[in-house]
Antibody
Framework: EVKLLESGGGLVQPGGSLRLSCATSGFIFSYYDMSWVRQAPGKGLEWVSTVSGRGDSIVYADSVRGRFTISRDNSKNTVYLQMNSLRADDTALYYCAKDSAAATRAFDYWGQGTLVTVSS | QTVVTQEPSFSVSPGGTVTLTCGLRSGSVSTSHLPSWYQQTPGQAPRTLIS???TRSSGVPDRFSGSILGNKAALTITGAQTDDESDYYCVLYMDRGIKIFGGGTKLTVL
């Protein structure tokens, strides 16, 4: 059974930093791209970033490029999102998502999310 | 800036058929955008319905189908059930690995 469990969310002041983690199990982690998707309160879903299975290809949404860094540790089956220079509009529920086979570029499994609140 | 468009809301009667669409503010959607569809009910994580235009995910009922209609991707629900009342999101795959969500469609079944 595929499982994704996010952690690391919380309340942070504007300009602050936070590191999210997503621990996974139930699949061969290094074979799959992993992504972060966020959802601001009462709003729609927004793709944030994707890292390839080997960690050598990374893409970011324009809204976070230069502030957020995605990474992965294939020995720990875990993907991370380092978030710096946080702003109020980064407040959201952050989901970790497993990408399906490379050819489809879709997400096939989702975690339950971890809430990040940026406020003074 | 690329914008993916979806109807903000739609309504369907139980047993009816509804088609939700996913377009580009500038341009046409094709299979090369690998459109995928997700269902989300309040307080829950998204659920994957369709990938690569028309491939249903495991366990998704066959009343859900995906296609390209004209210049848009489409999600059709045939024989809608009250359980289908949810928010539906499409995603398009763009250049350089970027993925863009549509704004979502709130589907009411009544």
């Amino acid at each position: 059974e595929v499982k994704l469990l996010e952690s690391g969310g919380g309340l942070v002041q504007p300009g602050g930093s936070l590191r999210l983690s997503c621990a996974t199990s139930g699949f061969i982690f290094s074979y799959y791209d992993m992504s972060w998707v966020r959802q601001a309160p009462g709003k729609g879903l927004e793709w944030v970033s994707t890292v390839s299975g080997r960690g050598d290809s990374i893409v970011y949404a324009d809204s976070v490029r230069g502030r957020f860094t995605i990474s992965r540790d294939n020995s720990k089956n875990t993907v991370y999102l380092q978030m710096n220079s946080l702003r109020a509009d980064d407040t959201a529920l952050y989901y970790c998502a497993k990408d399906s086979a490379a050819a489809t570029r879709a997400f096939d499994y989702w975690g339950q999310g971890t809430l990040v609140t940026v406020s003074s | 800036q690329t914008v993916v468009t979806q109807e903000p809301s739609f309504s369907v009667s139980p047993g009816g058929t509804v088609t939700l669409t996913c377009g580009l503010r500038s341009g046409s959607v094709s299979t090369s955008h690998l459109p995928s569809w997700y269902q989300q009910t309040p307080g829950q994580a998204p659920r994957t319905l369709i990938s690569s235009t028309n491939t249903r995910s495991s366990g998704v009922p066959d009343r859900f189908s995906g296609s390209i209609l004209g210049n848009k991707a489409a999600l059709t629900i045939t024989g809608a059930q009250t359980d289908d009342e949810s928010d539906y999101y499409c995603v398009l795959y763009m250049d350089r690995g970027i993925k863009i969500f549509g704004g979502g469609t709130k589907l009411t079944v009544l």
